[in-house]
């Protein structure tokens, strides 16, 4: 795609300032692949590219900016950092604080996946855990960078969180060996990843549609976007972990409203379908919230049709047993072999899963404390990011590594 960037009046950022930041991260998070992967096409009635932002230490792109971050901190001579994190943010910091010898707290929910907790201790980061959900943990994080004195890092408010992704954006547009594109699905969590290739493709390539999906079970800056306005939720209820916030940042907001073109809500369903397709069709293991874009697909395929889509495959780090569990409750092939996404059986699909992923006991047998069927339909149980009581049983019992954590109470 030809490279013609005007200026991009009104987000916080600034294409020069994304240009320049390339060279202050390492190598090894840039220049991901980007490739049509033919395969998924078939399943999904469009042209579909690859934006692979999963081989790296780190398994997610939150290392582009991570990698500015610190580099910052580094020439300001600040020996500590800390963030708020569901996961990869804190293991991208971790792993870029550790090259740079800072000390690196991060403040996660004692519910968030734990072979992402497991990643950031084995990277060195201090590790404390709040008991309750990401919401929590931003509180903490920032009362620990006002007690310490120590430099709060806050994703996507940060602009070097979204500058670091918007780089992502650079990659897209300033290819020419690719074909032309159309259209780009982008995660939506805290907003770092969209509001920065949102930036960059409205500035450099702005007749390319920016789509942002959500889970319908954390839809805060979806309805924030719709709305104009912040609308915050009381809880989150979805495996994509990644994503689940619930009180979006007004400033993150402002340059969201400039750069998406819409934003999107999907069901869990369609989430672990895209996932087993990504397995299936693309050889990729992805953590849930990777496979929103192509969640996105399948619920609409007649907008999507006869286009050129590019999704951005943003984080792998799952935990082995529940990534199996999921992906093996979603249909082997695309939507034509499940009828209730197809919109024609009012079954829902799949079943309610236990926040692990495991299926519902057979009939007749007795119901394990780690499974309750969700009151809302078509939806698996909360992977554990909401602080419900269930969620809480399946983990203590089964992730021992999670007890004697340093554990904040709520408040
Ligand atoms: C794998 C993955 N995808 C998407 C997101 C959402 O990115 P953002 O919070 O920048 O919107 C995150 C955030 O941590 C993530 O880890």
């Known amino acids: 795609m030809a490279l013609r960037c005007c200026v991009m009046h009104?987000?916080?950022?600034?294409?020069?300032?994304?240009?320049?930041?390339?060279?202050?991260?390492?190598?090894?998070?840039?220049?991901?692949?980007?490739?049509?992967?033919?395969?998924?096409?078939?399943?999904?009635?469009?042209?579909?590219?690859i934006k692979l932002e999963t081989a790296n230490p780190v398994r997610s792109f939150k290392g582009r900016g991570t990698e500015l971050v610190v580099g910052l901190l580094a020439d300001n001579g600040s020996q500590s950092v800390v963030c708020a994190?569901?996961?990869?943010?804190?293991?991208?910091?971790?792993?870029?604080?550790?090259?740079?010898?800072?000390?690196?707290?991060?403040?996660a929910s004692r519910f968030a996946t734990p072979a992402k907790l497991d990643r950031i201790r084995a990277l060195g980061a201090k590790l404390e855990l709040?008991?309750?959900?990401?919401?929590?943990?931003?509180?903490?994080?920032?009362?620990?960078?006002?007690?310490?004195?120590?430099?709060?890092?806050?994703?996507?408010?940060?602009?070097?969180?979204?500058?670091?992704?918007?780089?992502?954006?650079?990659?897209?547009?300033?290819?020419?060996?690719?074909?032309?594109?159309?259209?780009?699905?982008?995660?939506?969590?805290?907003?770092?990843?969209?509001?920065?290739?949102g930036h960059v493709l409205k500035d450099c390539a702005p007749e390319v549609e920016v789509i942002c999906v959500q889970p319908?079970?954390?839809?805060?800056?979806?309805?924030?976007?719709?709305?104009?306005?912040?609308?915050?939720?009381?809880?989150?209820?979805?495996?994509?972990?990644g994503v689940a916030g619930r009180r979006p940042i007004p400033a993150v907001l402002d340059d969201l409203l400039l750069v998406a073109d819409d934003a999107v809500l999907v069901q869990e369903a369609s989430i672990i379908a895209g996932m087993r397709m990504l397995l299936d069709h693309a050889g990729l293991v992805v953590e849930p919230s990777a496979a929103l874009g192509i969640a996105a697909i399948l619920e609409d395929r007649d907008r999507f049709a006869g286009r050129h889509v590019?999704?951005?495959?943003?984080?792998?780090?799952?935990?082995?047993?529940?990534?199996?569990?999921?992906?093996?409750?979603?249909?082997?092939?695309?939507?034509?072999?499940?009828?209730?996404?197809?919109?024609?059986?009012?079954v829902p699909y799949p079943k309610a899963l236990a926040v692990d992923g495991t299926p519902p006991p057979a009939r007749g047998t007795r119901t394990p404390a780690s499974y309750t069927r969700q009151s809302r339909r078509n939806t698996?149980?909360?992977?554990?990011?909401?602080?419900?009581?269930?969620?809480?049983?399946?983990?203590?019992?089964?992730?021992?590594?999670l007890r004697g954590e340093h554990v904040c109470p709520s408040r």
Do not use: K
């Not at 998924?40 to 590219?49: D, Q, R």
């Not at 569901?86 to 403040?107: H, I």
């Not at 990534?323 to 209730?340: K, N």
């Open 130 to 197: 709040v008991d309750g959900d990401h919401e929590l943990a931003r509180e903490r994080a920032a009362a620990i960078a006002h007690y310490d004195g120590i430099r709060l890092l806050e994703d996507s408010l940060d602009i070097e969180t979204c500058e670091g992704a918007a780089t992502i954006g650079l990659e897209l547009v300033d290819v020419d060996t690719v074909p032309s594109f159309d259209t780009v699905l982008i995660a939506l969590g805290g907003g770092a990843l969209a509001t920065g290739v």
């Open 310 to 346: 590019v999704t951005i495959v943003c984080g792998s780090n799952v935990d082995v047993d529940a990534y199996r569990r999921w992906v093996g409750t979603a249909p082997a092939r695309g939507l034509e072999d499940c009828p209730r996404l197809r919109g024609d059986h009012p």
């Open 216 to 241: 319908l079970g954390a839809p805060a800056m979806t309805h924030s976007w719709r709305q104009r306005r912040v609308v915050t939720t009381d809880s989150t209820d979805t495996i994509a972990d």
């Open 380 to 401: 698996p149980a909360c992977a554990g990011n909401t602080p419900c009581r269930r969620s809480r049983v399946a983990r203590e019992t089964e992730h021992p590594r």
């Open 85 to 107: 994190s569901a996961g990869n943010l804190g293991q991208a910091l971790a792993w870029s604080g550790r090259a740079r010898g800072l000390d690196v707290t991060v403040v």
């Open 10 to 49: 009104g987000t916080r950022l600034d294409t020069a300032r994304i240009r320049a930041a390339r060279r202050a991260i390492d190598p090894v998070f840039l220049d991901t692949s980007l490739y049509r992967c033919e395969a998924l096409e078939p399943g999904l009635g469009c042209t579909v590219s």
